[in-house]
């Protein structure tokens, strides 16, 4: 299953101007080598936290909330943004982000930047899709975004984290 936090970080910055920043950064930084690349056509890499204080703000006050502590640190972070334009068939791939060699809480997450009703699906579950709320869940999980087509433009941060709690 997953968990579902309010995000006021990005809510309070998520406008026109800001959406526009991440489709530039996200089309500037491309996830990885064009040849060598299974990823969605329009994925940013994976520093778009060092990129907007914002974000990474966000991030870390989730994992606040969701541990119940501000005593962590990540032993692995990577955080992007997917873009899909207006009228884009979603790439609807199955998988999964897992760090196979790496110990501690293991978990991945996403927002909805913009409004869009194709959310993602699990194998026993599906996230209906609100903006401005972190969904985050086991890192082995296996998903998927929904089929469709995007009727506006979409814009979604992604993150695949490992965290230890500090004593």
């Known amino acids: 299953m997953f968990e579902i936090f309010n995000c006021n970080y990005i809510s309070k910055v998520n406008n026109k101007q800001f959406q526009k920043d991440l489709i530039e950064y996200t089309k500037e930084?491309?996830?990885?080598?064009?040849?060598?690349?299974?990823?969605?056509?329009?994925?940013?890499?994976?520093?778009?936290d060092?990129?907007?204080?914002?974000?990474d703000d966000s991030i870390n006050n989730v994992f606040k909330s969701y541990l119940g502590t501000d005593k962590f640190e990540f032993s692995k972070k990577n955080v992007w943004s997917y873009y899909a334009p207006k009228g884009s068939e979603l790439q609807n791939v199955m998988h999964n982000h897992m760090f196979k060699k790496e110990?501690?809480?293991?978990?991945?997450?996403?927002?909805y930047v913009?409004?869009?009703k194709l959310g993602t699906d699990f194998e026993d579950?599906?996230?209906?899709?609100?903006?401005?709320?972190?969904?985050?869940?086991?890192?082995g999980l296996f998903h998927y975004p929904e089929k469709g087509v995007t009727p506006e433009d979409r814009i979604v941060l992604a993150l695949a984290a490992v965290v230890n709690q500090c004593t």
């Open 50 to 55: 060092k990129a907007f204080k914002v974000i």
């Open 114 to 116: 913009t409004p869009t």
């Open 125 to 139: 579950f599906k996230i209906k899709p609100e903006i401005n709320k972190w969904y985050l869940w086991h890192l």
């Open 29 to 48: 930084t491309k996830c990885c080598d064009k040849d060598n690349c299974n990823h969605p056509k329009i994925q940013s890499d994976l520093k778009i």
């Open 103 to 111: 110990k501690g809480l293991q978990l991945s997450g996403l927002m």
